[in-house]
């Protein structure tokens, strides 16, 4: 019996100190809906309107002013590592209704970013297109959570 008591002491002992250099939790940002996946899928027929947000991980203290950025430059890179062959949208086919966005203190979702996708009728027939959204920088307190810093508009 001894012996049984002994080892769960040792065994308490190791999973208390085991987790001393684990990283602290932190407050953070992200495009909402990139919790799972970096992605987001839409079927169109012509000229749409995609509205984008970002989310906090929490209630914000202060305002926060959130730049956004259309980033063709990160398609090739996700079509290596998911395996895909998506097309960029062409710059004339989009308009993005601003580069920023805010979240208000005492929220906790921004107010709306609209991809407008003006046009399409020069996009080939059975080719995926794709665009990717970026968070470049956050004016106030909370950091972007690298993961879902980009949003692939699909």
């Known amino acids: 019996m001894k012996v049984r008591y002994l080892l769960f002491i040792l065994c308490?002992?190791?999973v208390?100190?085991?987790c001393n250099n684990a990283e602290p939790l932190r407050d953070v940002l992200y495009f909402t809906g990139t919790e799972k996946t970096?992605?987001?899928k839409y079927t169109i027929d012509g000229p749409a309107e995609i509205g984008v947000t970002v989310s906090a991980s929490c209630l914000a203290d202060i305002d926060q002013v959130i730049n956004i950025k259309a980033d063709p430059?990160?398609?090739e890179a996700f079509n290596e590592e998911?395996?895909?062959n998506y097309k960029i949208v062409p710059a004339e086919?989009?308009?993005l209704s601003a580069n920023s966005v805010m979240l208000k203190a005492g929220e906790?979702?921004?107010e709306p970013l609209v991809f407008s996708?003006?046009?399409n009728d020069d996009f080939e027939e059975g080719v995926t297109y794709c665009m990717p959204l970026t968070i470049s920088d956050v004016s106030g307190n909370l950091e972007v959570l690298e993961a879902s810093r980009t949003i692939y508009l699909v």
Do not use: E, H, Q, R
Request: proline share 4%.
């Open 16 to 18: 208390l100190f085991s």
């Open 82 to 84: 998911y395996g895909k």
């Open 73 to 75: 430059d990160k398609l």
């Open 12 to 14: 308490m002992a190791g």
């Open 108 to 110: 906790n979702v921004s």
């Open 93 to 95: 086919n989009f308009i």
């Open 38 to 40: 970096p992605v987001s």
């Open 117 to 119: 996708l003006t046009k």
